[in-house]
């Protein structure tokens, strides 16, 4: 193991100065980086290069199958390794191996939210939390609104669980485990385990579980994309090149 204390840390302007000016130069942008970025990410949703909502064909087919297979209240076969980690890869497998069965691996996060809510609230009736410093100055109450939320969503009414929520639940329990330990609540590291071991499934397998689909999919997000900053530094060029050589 590393002693990451030996480990220089580099603040969040150190580490994004290369980048930067690698960005900027290549661009031709002047000002700040983030706030440009912002505004470029924004128009990129505006023109759709971003849009979740306009999914390919492909990508609708492979959640629906994703969601078909994660829903099943069995031990997974070796049909369903071949059917979601058909490129045999190590992660999914492992994930797999720690899941066994997803409806009832579901059923012990949910159980586990509902104990994280519970603990939650105790916390904010008991007068000594009062003095709890939570990160970012995140009050006990919007930590219960956050965990709340997804206690409400990722059991839907019909009893089925909506695997879309599983990042938001893996995120919130990495987040609160990293930076809100000293809340003490308990089980926080079997909610991260069984979470991880879900997301590490869901999220890379909704872009393609084939080789075939997951190029699909990635080709539909990135062509856009790449054509739109091809054609953002042709005019850049072409605005500039009264103040170049010629190129050639």
Known sequence: MHDRSSVPRLSPSDSWRPGQACAKG?????GELTPILVQMVKSANMNGLLDSDSLTDCQQKVKARLHEIM???????????????????????????????????????????????SQIRKRLEDPKSADLQLYHSETLEL???????????????????????????YDCIKYDSQ????????????????????????????????????????????????????????RTHEDEAVNKLHPL
């Open 71 to 117: 829903q099943k209240d069995q031990q997974f076969t070796q049909d369903d390794y071949h059917k979601l980690a058909p490129t045999g890869s190590p992660s999914l497998v492992n994930s797999m191996k720690v899941i066994e069965n997803p409806v009832q691996t579901c059923d012990k996060v949910y159980a586990l939210i509902q104990s994280l809510t």
């Open 143 to 169: 930590m219960l609104q956050r965990w709340s939320k997804l206690e409400r969503d990722f059991r839907m009414k019909n009893g089925r669980y909506d695997i879309s929520k599983i990042p938001d639940i």
């Open 26 to 30: 290549l661009l031709a942008l002047e």
């Open 179 to 234: 930076h809100n330990a000293s809340v003490g609540l308990e089980d926080t590291l079997e909610l991260f385990r069984l979470s991880r071991a879900l997301a590490d499934i869901v999220i890379p397998q909704e872009y393609g579980i084939s080789k075939a689909e997951k190029l699909d999919i990635a080709q539909a997000y990135c062509v856009p994309l790449m054509r739109k900053i091809y054609l953002d530094l042709q």
